[in-house]
């Protein structure tokens, strides 16, 4: 491993840079499945960092494979996009210590430091001790269903023995994925005029009734497990003196539990039925589902990659992270029982508001953990 005090005279000589970058990235918009610009940069980034044989594959993500010589491989991973649908450059300030920008938190300053990390390997000159592939990473947010990743995990396949992705923030590390089906509900009545149709179905008020229903079912119990459901959105009718024909909703559930995940859908499902057997015509389209965990195949290394990323981010911000389960890249991996962590490299705040920040100062540390963590394979 190379020397901590080599990691801080680096991280010192490179803060600024890193914070520059992330400002450029955060200057380059990239909802999710138009994430080609962002996706062009960190390959002309690359490419003028050294790197070769870098590439865009057809998701969009960009893919920097440091070493690839036919060995087992670990994949490290920051995804490109955001949560926000803006195809332009979106308001970037600096006050009191925090950088904000929607979206620089989840996930532009990972990118970045990713970037940064990728290049300290490259420029070290060391033969890896596994073959070791650099990726940003498209469609990790919303109803980009995991896209990138999926594609990756599929290029590579029975290799990647070992996935990090670099999101969110310092304060916690992802061990477990949370699973996840999202829908469109799409409800059709008779409708008509609000005076002489009077009576006639509604499709609003019963996409009212059906989220109700969908807000009063019983919740699965599994001891240590959560899950949970919401309705996102919702749209639907004509005008104010017209009984709506259509109506439409979004809704999701999420748990930590392959099994609760299974009593959800048939939730979804009854009710569902119900609501058709008096009348009601409804649609369920499928948008998205994301998988939980899989059986783990190594779970002694599983176990060892946690614990490597809590000793890392410990031995820096002097405070040990919070183990948690979420909705990330990591969720496929996972499901294929794959030894897997997320975890990032800054502390932030309003994640997924357009309010959310980071402070500037954590990215020095942000930093130096990712140049620890990934010096262990040098």
């Known amino acids: ?27 380059i918009p990239a909802p999710s499945h138009h994430e080609e610009k962002r996706a062009a940069f960190c390959k002309e980034w690359w490419e003028a960092a050294g790197a ?27 995804h490109t996009d955001t949560v926000f649908p803006d195809t332009q450059p979106m308001p ?16 532009t300053v990972n990118v970045a430091t990713l970037l940064l990390a990728s290049r300290y390997l490259l420029e070290c000159g060391k033969q890896p001790k596994t073959d070791i592939v650099f990726v940003a990473n498209s469609c990790e947010e919303g109803l980009g269903n995991l896209k990138g990743c999926r594609a990756i995990m599929e290029t590579y396949g029975a290799r990647v023995k070992e996935v990090i992705s670099f999101d969110l923030d310092l304060k916690s590390v992802y061990t477990k994925a949370v699973g996840s089906a999202r829908y469109k509900i799409k409800i059709r009545t008779k409708g008509g005029h609000s005076w002489s149709d009077f009576g006639n179905g509604n499709a609003i008020s019963e996409a009212a009734l059906l989220i109700k229903a969908l807000y009063e079912q ?44 299974e009593q ?17 015509q409804i649609e369920r389209e499928e948008l998205g589902v994301r998988p939980g965990m899989g059986v783990c195949k190594d779970c002694e290394r599983q ?6 990323a809590e000793n890392c981010i410990k031995s820096v911000t002097g405070k040990a992270p919070k183990r948690l389960a979420g909705s990330t890249d990591c969720n496929i991996p996972f499901s294929y029982g794959i030894p897997s962590v997320c975890f990032g490299l800054a502390t932030m705040g309003g994640t997924h508001t357009r309010e959310e920040y980071i402070e500037t100062d954590s990215v020095r540390l942000g930093l130096e953990v990712a140049l620890l963590f990934v010096s262990e394979y040098a």
Do not use: W
């Open 264 to 280: 959800m859908k048939e939730n979804l499902n009854s009710i569902l039925d119900t609501f058709q057997e008096r009348g009601v």
């Open 303 to 308: 176990e060892a990659l946690i614990r490597r």
């Open 92 to 107: 970037l300030r600096e006050q009191d210590g925090k950088l904000f920008c929607p979206g620089i938190g989840d996930d």
């Open 1 to 27: 491993m190379v020397q901590s005090k080599d990691i801080q005279q680096y991280v010192e000589q490179h803060a600024d840079e890193l914070l520059t970058l992330v400002k450029t990235l955060c200057a």
């Open 52 to 78: 070769k044989n870098v590439y865009v594959d057809e998701a969009k993500n960009a893919v920097f494979p440091l070493c690839d010589s036919g060995r087992d491989i670990v994949l490290f991973m920051a």
């Open 218 to 261: 019983a919740l699965p119990k599994e001891s240590g497990c959560k899950t949970t459901y919401n309705v996102g959105m919702i749209s639907g009718g004509t005008s104010v003196n017209t009984i709506a024909q259509y109506a439409e909703f979004l809704y999701e559930y999420r748990s930590d539990s392959s099994a609760c995940m």
